[in-house]
């Protein structure tokens, strides 16, 4: 079975620019964390939706927007971007809320310019 | 609120010697305790667990942590390292009745042959 997935692995932006996150749990999985993992510091959390509502939020600027769809795939959004949300984000399925069992996939790298 | 110390943000250890990764965590509230290794350019990799019943837990590859409530640490060990344990090892916290993890700045074990 495959794992988390994330798309994309890399990818470059201009300050002020938008991106867009993409995650697809594992199967059976119906929440959905992203979590946010600066250049030499632990991951800090972002957010959690499960059954498609958000059931927690990091603190986080509104800059930073989540979703997720019938499938249970998420999309982590992140407006107006500054140098300072270059980072390697996250994304961790679980089958329930607060399951303890939490997969990883291998992150989107995110370098804005 | 919870947060997590680790204590080591480096530790370089000689092949087959044992090593001790450090963590102490803070918090008003029940927690669960986690340690996830991350190799290079990869995600988080859940290592071993603490949820309940006896305060020493062990991972398949040789690596154990015990839980010690008196002095909130959860310190991992294992009595002999291999090269290919060279990674960055997160310790994180979980409320029982949460959701989100709340990590700790890392610490880079380095084995040198």
């Known amino acids: 079975d495959a794992g988390v997935t994330q798309s994309p692995t890399h990818l470059i932006k201009t300050r002020g620019q938008h991106v867009t996150l993409r995650c697809s749990p594992i199967s059976g999985h119906k929440s959905v964390s992203w979590y946010q993992q600066v250049l030499g510091q632990g991951p800090q959390f972002i957010f959690q939706y499960y059954e498609k509502e958000e059931r927690g939020r990091g603190n986080f600027p509104d800059r930073f927007s989540a979703r997720q769809f019938p499938n249970y795939s998420s999309e982590l959004n992140v407006n107006a971007l500054l140098l300072g949300d270059s980072a390697l984000y996250l994304c961790a399925s679980s089958l329930a809320t607060q399951e303890n069992t939490i997969y990883f996939g291998e992150g989107s790298w995110l370098t804005v310019v | ?113």
């Open chain 2, 1 to 113: 609120a919870q947060s997590v110390t680790q204590l080591d943000s480096q530790v370089p250890v000689f092949e087959e010697a044992p090593v001790e990764l450090r963590c102490n965590y803070s918090s008003s509230v029940s927690v669960y305790l986690f340690w996830y290794v991350q190799y290079p350019n990869q995600g988080l990799q859940l290592l071993l667990k603490y949820l309940s019943g006896s305060t020493l837990v062990k991972s398949i590859n040789g690596f154990e942590a015990e839980f010690n409530k008196s002095q909130t640490s959860f310190h991992l060990r294992k009595p002999s390292v291999h090269i290919s344990d060279t990674a960055e090892y997160f310790c994180a916290v979980k409320e029982t009745s949460g959701s989100r993890l709340t990590f700790g700045e890392g610490t880079q074990l380095t084995v040198n042959p």
